[in-house]
């Protein structure tokens, strides 16, 4: 392999942008329902309609975070609808792992709208990892609505791993032997898993917060095989390391099926738009994946005010956030903006793109 897995070849699709592409069908009640249900979220705003309405946005939300839901995608050796880890060809073939994402919300994902989403290749780097070497791909993901209004931007990092030379070979004829054994998940045949709601909490103006003041955490689990696939089926992306048992260790080199980078994601955003509440809005939110979550885990959303200051006149609140599991592993981390409405003040419901 040659000393940089980054061709000139490769380097060269730094700038290209897909044609974007619309959504087969236009975000839905069933799906914000399902996504809420996923993710074990009650928000009024996504599945009660006459409380959506009488609030200020005035309709059915979608969840920010999850205003895509891949439709009958491919079926492929990593699984079904990762064909946006591939279209870099690097001189391996390697799982696109979740390194993190940085999002700006700029307006309202209405159930009834249409989303088009366009991807730029913005950076391809590589580090040297404890495994061997890394490369990171930075895709710009901009969502539009039907009136070509932009509802998002996110950048998102994927993660590709060279696997030493044989170890794949190795892992299939240890596998003969059988798989490794791991923790068997909850529920037993006498135990029902309770869903883990979270109501929402009381509505803050940026009056009442203050820097060092923690956040209101938000606890999931224990995490099972079946929250995986529910929300694989929510938004529909089946990545076979996070069902798939015999292939996340033999082909990919995992010691069990792991808990989705983006279902995590979802966590702390709930964390952070229980902050925000029904007034306010959730501007910001940037994540670092640094550690695996499996299931038998119960996992905590953590965070803390770090900044509040004005930005045009309005109320901004900074936050670092962190998700961390019962076996005292820190599994992501990040920051986030929430923007609180002053006494007596109402927020707009768009917001220009930061640099």
Not at 78 to 84: E, K, L, P, R, T
Not at 167 to 172: F, G, Q
Not at 202 to 230: C, N, W, Y
Request: with cysteine; aromatic share 8%; charged share 20%.
């Amino acid at each position: 392999m040659a000393d940089s897995l980054i061709t000139p070849e490769v380097r060269g699709l730094i700038g290209t942008e897909t044609s974007p592409e619309r959504n087969r069908f236009p975000l839905s009640d069933e799906m914000a329902y399902d996504l809420a249900d996923a993710t074990e979220d009650p928000n009024p705003l996504y599945i009660d309609k006459s409380a959506a309405e009488a609030s200020r946005f005035k309709g059915l939300l979608c969840p920010p975070l999850a205003t895509w839901k891949d439709i009958a995608p491919s079926i492929g050796y990593f699984g079904a609808g990762q064909d946006s880890h591939f279209d870099v060809p690097l001189p391996f073939n390697s799982y696109g792992l979740n390194g993190g994402s940085d999002w700006q919300f700029l307006r309202p994902a209405y159930v009834g709208d249409w989303v088009t989403r366009q991807f730029r290749i913005v950076d391809i780097f590589e580090k040297q990892g404890r495994s061997g070497p890394l490369v990171f791909v930075v895709r710009r993901e901009t969502q539009t609505n039907q009136h070509g209004e932009a509802i998002s931007v996110a950048d998102r990092v994927s993660i590709h791993r060279s696997r030493p030379p044989g170890e794949e070979v190795k892992a299939i004829a240890d596998a003969r032997e059988g798989l490794n054994s791991v923790v068997i998940s909850p529920p037993a045949p006498d135990q029902t898993v309770e869903r883990t709601l979270h109501a929402a909490g009381i509505q803050r103006k940026f009056e009442d917060v203050s820097v060092g003041m923690a956040l209101e955490q938000v606890i999931k689990g224990p995490l099972t095989t079946t929250h995986l696939v529910r929300w694989a089926a929510a938004n529909g992306n089946y990545a076979r390391i996070h069902w798939d048992l015999p292939f996340a260790q033999v082909h990919q080199g995992l010691s069990n099926v792991v808990v989705n980078g983006s279902l995590k994601n979802q966590y702390l955003g709930q964390l952070m738009i229980k902050l925000a509440g029904p007034e306010g809005w959730f501007k910001r939110f940037y994540v670092e994946h640094r550690g695996m979550d499996y299931p038998g885990d119960v996992i905590t959303a953590s965070g803390v005010v770090t900044a509040v200051r004005e930005v045009g006149g309005y109320g901004h609140v900074d936050c670092e956030v962190n998700l961390t599991n019962n076996r005292g592993d820190q599994t992501a981390t990040g920051s986030g903006t929430v923007v609180l409405p002053k006494k007596g003040e109402s927020l707009p419901l768009v917001w220009d793109v930061e640099d």
